[in-house]
């Protein structure tokens, strides 16, 4: 069981017992108005007779329906009776009918087939209460914190430290006092020391006290709570990324003390860009100045950014202007078509490129196939769990998804490496090359050196990636917590199957000279994988049981590791690699550039600054499908569906949609009235260039770049322009949205426009 699964349940509890509650109230006030106003009791026996009367002319048939409707009619008059005498009596009119906490389920937690508001609100609470635990509001309080630390001395500026850390302590006060579910975020940033945590913390007691759920740590610890539950290394009892999406007020303290990876740059985005779209307050302190603060965007985002009269950094001030940079983009707004120049300006991920035909055959026809049908098993397994109970549909939800991720990324990569027949044309190209080397000795082996490595060390990184995938993706041990969780008993079938599953998997698909010798003398002691994988799972699953079994395949595990971390002589295994390979890279890329002289080289991306040109562009699937390079607003649209959070649009774009309402950013495409939202292009990009700008051949900014097509993933790996298409959000409809849907229109006059072509 998650932890909102834990507190799920948990609150249904309470919420049952409200209605217990709620059910005992109303019987003692039915006994108390029965002694004191017999004439009601004889008005209800007179309904239950009625309802007897229902049932005999329903039994009986016939034309039902006038008796039915006089026996309504009955009804209606004596409940307006019984409310007559209630009121004639000094009572309130309903006050024989049950009061729930919540109307709307009447206490049950449900409201149909979904999860009610006050259940989920109720679960937050709980849960966040769970997590902050450890965070000592208490010593943080409005009351105990001090102004005299700061000092009355004058500023360049004009003011006093003490007088502006005065202003800031009476709107944190003043915040906490007024907050609501929809109140403003903030921002809090400056050096270390001077109170940003706790007035936090103050404006958490206060929001705590009125009843509303605070989540609250450094962002170093959030993150790396999520990164372990991302990846399969959580202890499976908490769903860390949700409260944090969920809770009435979110306070991160310290950004950027945590780690500069791709991971936490979007999961820092996606938490703050999504609290932003749900309305949700969210408290951010750093220790970071405005350029710190500008790399810890997401994908893409509007700030303005204010300074002093004289366009130089500044002490806050309501005489304080929008900063002018020296330099900036002109937007153009005539829009794109197939055909445009497009260009990206940004830092990607990594690319590898020119590895050779047996690395690439490695990734389509061994790596990726074996890792999708690993993965495609386990998907089933918990899928099922998912249908057939929906306490297992939450508590899975989490790693399903996590599964999926690298899952549907492989498939594209392996379909468009076949697609393309990447294997084939570097195969003839190394061919090529070698027959050029045959006389030049620095070059001569340098290829038959590299596929003699590629075989040397293939096995040994395949059982890696297997080993991982299997005997690594399962839990170690199950905690006291998680045994104590109320569907942790229905979970067992379903971790049993897993076991069998990646028992299986491990045993039939990793190299046995890679096999570690622990499973290999249980598999030899059982009879069959599945045999041993259910006896180490039984000494997981029962509380108290020997794990010897379990700590001896671990450590076996982490020591095979190790080995073939030796053997492949690199720390650098994120891709198929060893030490030798990247020597003799060196030699094998020097020769290409000597032999193949009118081909452009452009350096595998690393993470640095790149720029990739390119055109709009739709393309063709393999079947003769043409697909246009440009999406719009009616695609939207065609996709909303409130059940499910990424397509759940705003109310005030349906309303806009409704209406035709698109003021200045309406535009004609294929004969409809619309906005456009995304296109196409062939520009190459790779995982990080989420957000880069795209720039037409004027240097004018017309979108933003945010993903590739699905058989683009393969670009790491062979780029053509054929079909790697990279998917951008057009400029006009990030404006579109800025006007219409957050009416702040106002920012146009910040920006210069064009709409030459």
Not at 202 to 208: E, G, K, M, T
Request: overall charge neutral; some cysteine; hydrophobic content about 35%.
């Amino acid at each position: 069981m998650s932890m909102k699964e834990e507190q799920i349940q948990r609150a249904l509890q309470i919420i049952s017992q409200r209605r217990i509650t709620a059910k005992q109230q109303n019987e003692e006030r039915m006994q108390e108005i029965e002694t004191r106003i017999p004439a009601i009791s004889e008005i209800n026996m007179q309904l239950a007779r009625t309802s007897m009367e229902v049932m005999r002319i329903i039994r009986d048939g016939g034309d039902t329906r006038p008796k039915i409707e006089a026996l309504q009619k009955q009804n209606l008059q004596a409940h307006q009776m019984v409310q007559k005498l209630l009121t004639q009596n000094g009572y309130p009119a309903d006050y024989l009918e049950i009061h729930y906490t919540c109307e709307k389920c009447q206490d049950t937690g449900y409201c149909r087939t979904k999860f009610c508001t006050c259940l989920t609100s109720l679960a937050a609470k709980l849960a966040t209460e769970e997590l902050n635990r450890s965070a000592q509001f208490e010593l943080s309080s409005f009351s105990t914190f001090s102004l005299k630390y700061y000092s009355n001395q004058r500023t360049a500026a004009g003011g006093s430290c003490y007088a502006a850390m005065e202003r800031v302590f009476l709107f944190c006060q003043e915040y906490a006092n007024q907050f609501t579910s929809e109140s403003p975020s903030i921002l809090m940033f400056g050096k270390t020391g001077l109170g940003k945590t706790h007035l936090s913390l103050a404006i958490a007691n206060v929001v705590l006290q009125k009843g509303y759920s605070v989540l609250y740590d450094s962002a170093i610890n959030f993150l790396l709570q999520v990164e372990k539950e991302h990846f399969g290394r959580g202890d499976g009892n908490t769903d860390t990324l949700d409260l944090l999406l969920s809770c009435d007020l979110l306070i991160i303290d310290d950004l950027g003390t945590e780690f500069h990876t791709q991971f936490y740059q979007s999961m820092v985005y996606n938490i703050i860009n999504t609290r932003m779209n749900r309305k949700k307050p969210t408290i951010i302190s750093t220790n970071l100045d405005y350029d710190g603060i500008s790399r810890h965007t997401g994908d893409f985002s509007l700030f303005r950014i204010y300074a002093g009269k004289d366009n130089k950094p500044a002490a806050y001030s309501p005489e304080n202007v929008p900063y002018r940079p020296k330099r900036h983009f002109t937007i153009s707004t005539a829009g794109v078509e197939e055909g445009d120049f497009t260009m990206i300006y940004g830092f990607p991920g990594n690319t590898q490129e020119y590895i050779l035909s047996d690395a690439v055959a490695y990734i389509a026809e061994r790596s990726d196939p074996a890792k999708i049908a690993i993965r495609t098993g386990r998907l089933d397994i918990i899928s099922a769990a998912q249908e057939s109970d929906p306490a297992l549909r939450i508590h899975y939800a989490a790693k399903h998804a996590s599964i999926a991720n690298a899952w549907k990324k492989w498939q594209g990569e392996a379909l468009g490496i076949g697609r393309l027949g990447t294997v084939a044309s570097k195969r003839a190209y190394e061919q090529e090359f070698a027959a050029w080397a045959q006389d030049k000795p620095e070059y001569r082996s340098v290829v038959a050196d590299l596929k003699a490595e590629y075989a040397r060390i293939a096995d040994a990184y395949f059982a890696r990636e297997i080993t991982r995938e299997t005997l690594g993706a399962l839990p170690e041990r199950y905690t006291p917590e998680e045994r104590a969780e109320a569907a942790f008993a229905r979970r067992e079938q379903t971790e049993r199957a897993l076991f069998e599953w990646l028992f299986g998997q491990y045993a039939r698909r990793c190299p046995v000279q890679y096999q570690i010798p622990a499973f290999l003398a249980g598999v030899a002691a059982s009879g069959s994988p599945e045999a041993y994988a259910g006896e180490v799972f039984d000494t997981l699953w029962r509380e108290g049981a020997d794990t010897t079994a379990v700590h001896a395949l671990h450590k076996d595990t982490e020591r095979m590791l190790g080995h073939i971390g030796w053997m492949l002589e690199t720390k650098s295994l994120r891709n198929l690699n060893s030490g030798r390979l990247n020597e003799l890279y060196t030699t094998y890329i020097k020769g290409l550039r000597e032999w193949d002289t009118l081909r452009a080289f452009y350096p595998d991306a690393n993470l640095t600054l790149r720029v990739a040109y390119g055109h709009v562009g739709g393309y063709e699937y393999a079947d003769g499908e043409y697909h246009k390079p440009q999406t719009t607003l009616d695609g939207i649209i065609a996709k909303d569906n409130p059940e499910i959070y990424d397509y759940d649009i705003p109310q005030a774009l349906r309303e806009l949609y409704a209406t035709k309402d698109y003021g200045r950013w309406a535009t004609t495409i294929d004969g409809r009235r619309t906005v456009p939202v995304c296109f196409l292009a062939t520009n190459h990009t790779t995982g990080g260039n989420s957000g880069s700008p795209i720039i037409n051949g004027r240097g004018e900014l017309v979108g933003l770049n945010f993903d590739r097509t699905w058989r683009s993933t393969m670009s790491d790996v062979a780029f053509d322009e054929t079909i790697c298409r990279n998917i951008a959000v057009d400029v006009r409809y990030v404006l579109f949205v800025i006007d219409r849907i957050g009416g702040a229109g106002y920012l146009f006059g910040e920006m210069d426009f064009s709409r030459r072509k």
